[in-house]
C-alpha cells in the first residue's frame, strides 16, 4: 500500500504546484489533473507490477485502489470551490461583512450572467461548445459529453437537476 500512498503524495503536490502556476488566459485546470490522475495511476500499476515480488497483481490491484480513492477525494476537494456558487457567496459575504450592504454588493459581484459566463467560458475551452457572434452551439465533443451525463443522471436517478 505505500506506493499508493507515495504516488497519490506525488499527485497531491504536483497538482497544488501546477495550480499555482500563472495562466495568461482563462483555461479550466481540472481536465489537465485529472490527466495527470490517470497517468500517475497507470505509472503506479505498471510499476508495482512490474516490480516483481510475491503476488504483483494483487498489490498492484490494492495500491491503486488506494491511490484511485485517495486521488478522487482530493480532486473533489480541489474542485469543489472552483464551481461552488455557495462557496463564492460565503467568501463575498466574510469578505464585505463590515460593510451595510454586503449583500446587495455580493449579489452585484456574482451575479447570474457572471456565472454563467463562467461556466460558458469552460465549456468553450473545453471544446463542447464553440461561440461565434455572441451566440454559442455545442459541438460534437459537446455532444457526446451531454450523452453520457443524460446516461449518468437516468443511471443514478438524480432528476433534472444539476
Not at 495550480?19 to 490517470?38: D, K
Not at 456565472?115 to 459537446?142: D, H, K, N, W
Request: aromatic share 8%.
Amino acid at each position: 500500500m505505500a506506493p499508493g500512498l507515495v504516488a497519490f503524495l506525488a499527485f497531491a503536490s504536483l497538482t497544488l504546484l501546477y495550480s499555482q502556476l500563472p495562466r495568461e488566459r482563462y483555461q479550466p485546470r481540472i481536465p489537465h489533473v485529472l490527466a495527470l490522475w490517470l497517468a500517475l495511476a497507470v505509472a503506479l500499476a505498471a510499476t508495482v507490477a512490474a516490480t516483481g515480488g510475491p503476488r504483483p497483481v494483487p498489490r498492484a490491484v490494492t495500491n491503486l485502489a488506494t491511490y484511485l480513492f485517495l486521488g478522487e477525494a482530493f480532486i473533489f476537494v480541489y474542485a469543489l470551490p472552483i464551481g461552488s456558487l455557495s462557496i463564492r457567496l460565503l467568501v463575498s459575504m466574510r469578505e464585505l461583512e463590515s460593510e451595510p450592504d454586503a449583500f446587495r454588493r455580493t449579489l452585484r459581484a456574482c451575479s447570474p450572467d457572471r456565472f454563467l459566463g463562467v461556466r460558458l467560458r469552460s465549456l468553450v475551452a473545453q471544446g463542447l461548445l464553440v461561440e461565434r457572434e455572441g451566440r454559442y452551439r455545442i459541438t460534437p465533443r459537446g455532444r457526446r459529453w451531454a450523452h453520457v451525463g443524460v446516461a449518468v443522471k437516468r443511471v443514478l436517478a438524480v432528476g433534472a437537476g444539476g
